[in-house]
């Protein structure tokens, strides 16, 4: 291993995930896909072997671990052709009760979730009609006595079926009573177990992944006045203040995909032999693969500096964004040149090509667009107008 491979000291943490998924080969993912059922046996493991708790503190059960590990954590998941995606929430919506909430709230939940007793997998932003621009969510919580009630929608919520409790944001107070448009919205921590069946009702939606994503409808819900996180009306700033880390480790899935797909790609460009030579020694097979190589490694590079970064104290908003973007783009070039590189067999599920490239695509979505983050990059760095958020309307 290199001196400048700055993820070297994980080296441990690496191997024991490694171990883990060995458990949960290509046939495990498959007939989950098949069944769109989730991968309950794979999160237990993971919980068991401490790795969701692991950005939580010591002090209430985590490991304690830094961005960086946890990022080689979610990559080495995916460089072993397992998906985080079942359970990744597990390790950072915490995040916002761990910075925010109150002393009571964090020894209520911290535990629990760092031990998988209780599933912190939910995470209620989106909304049907409003989209990226999450200042015009249209779902409320009015204030009544000692509860707030909960009207309204929510889409692409993940892993709800899955979850006990639910990160949601919701405005507390109309969008044209707030002096600034950022404000009146509000964060809660909601407890799904109690809700369901009871003003909350949850619907799967068919994806062409299967990744157990839900829309979710909240009909007079009412929730304890104690769910609330921090402040009222303050809440769009403690989502974003989560979004970097956030941004960092699903980059750091992407980066153990597109290794995946790189050595997927290159084992078979070795082995299959047409016209009597391996397909891997014509320069056409060759060069996307190895082009594709080039743009992880500069992707990586990214991805463990914003790491280091956050680590650090620092709030690398733009290093952030620019690692999501190039570790999905790295990804997906990835995926395409060992799609192609497998012909026709790169169609058949049991390669497990078809499947992680039907994967890999998310990101270019999902949790925010390529196109947002260089609407973003354009603002903050060169000083062009601002083409998203409040200021443009
Ligand atoms: C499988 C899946 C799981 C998800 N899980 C969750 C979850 O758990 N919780 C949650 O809250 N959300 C979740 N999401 C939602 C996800 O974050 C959104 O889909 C994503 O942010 C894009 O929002 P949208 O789909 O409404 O697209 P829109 O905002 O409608 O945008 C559509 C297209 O227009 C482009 N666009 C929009 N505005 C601009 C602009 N100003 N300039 C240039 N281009 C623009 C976008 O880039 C995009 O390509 C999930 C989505 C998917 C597909």
């Known amino acids: 291993m290199s001196a400048f491979d700055v993820t ?35 999160v237990d493991a993971l919980i068991r072997e401490g790795y969701l708790g692991a950005m939580i503190p010591e002090e209430f059960g985590g490991s304690g671990l830094n961005l960086s590990a946890s990022s080689v954590i979610l990559e080495e998941i995916h460089r072993n052709g397992c998906n985080a995606a079942a359970c990744h929430a597990q390790m950072y919506t915490m995040g916002t009760v761990l910075r925010h909430g109150t002393e009571e709230q964090k020894a209520k939940y911290l535990p629990g979730i760092a031990d998988g007793s209780l599933r912190l997998q939910a995470f209620g932003v989106t909304e049907p009609t409003s989209g990226t621009d999450t200042l015009a969510l249209k779902t409320t919580a009015v204030r009544d006595g000692d509860d707030y009630v909960v009207n309204g929608q929510k889409i692409w919520i993940s892993r709800a079926e899955h979850s006990d409790l639910m990160v949601l944001l919701a405005r507390t107070t109309p969008r044209d009573q707030v002096s600034k448009k950022t404000e009146g919205l509000s ?32 009909d007079n819900a009412r929730i304890p006045a104690s769910s609330l996180v921090g402040e009222e009306g303050r809440g769009f700033r403690y989502i974003l203040s989560g979004m970097n880390s956030e941004r960092i480790l699903i980059a750091a899935e992407c980066i153990g995909d597109a290794k995946w797909f790189l050595k997927k790609g290159a084992d078979y460009a070795r082995e299959r032999v047409v016209f009597g030579a391996p397909i ?15 743009h992880m490694m500069a992707a990586e590079a990214i991805v463990y500096r914003a790491a280091a970064m956050y680590d650090s104290g620092l709030n690398p908003g733009v290093e952030a964004n620019t690692a999501k973007m190039l570790a999905a783009d790295a990804s ?34 999902a949790p925010i667009s390529t196109n947002l983050i260089l609407c973003y990059i354009a603002e903050q760095v060169l000083g062009l107008p601002k083409s998203y958020g409040p200021q443009r309307a």
């Open 280 to 294: 891997g020694a014509n320069q056409g097979v060759q060069f996307p693969l190895a082009k594709a190589q080039a």
């Open 8 to 42: 070297a000291e994980y080296a441990d943490i690496r191997e024991g995930v490694a171990n883990v998924c060995a458990g949960f080969g290509g046939d495990y993912w498959q007939d989950l896909d098949a069944r769109r059922a989730y991968p309950k046996d794979f």
């Open 187 to 218: 964060v809660f921590l909601i407890d799904l177990r109690e809700l369901r069946g009871n003003g909350v009702e949850i619907r799967p939606i068919k994806t062409m992944i299967n990744h157990a994503t839900t829309e979710v409808f909240f």
């Open 332 to 365: 997906w070039e990835a995926a395409e040149a060992c799609l192609q590189t497998h012909g026709g067999f790169g169609f058949a599920e049991e390669y497990d090509v078809e499947r992680k490239f039907r994967e890999a695509r998310l990101y270019q979505v």
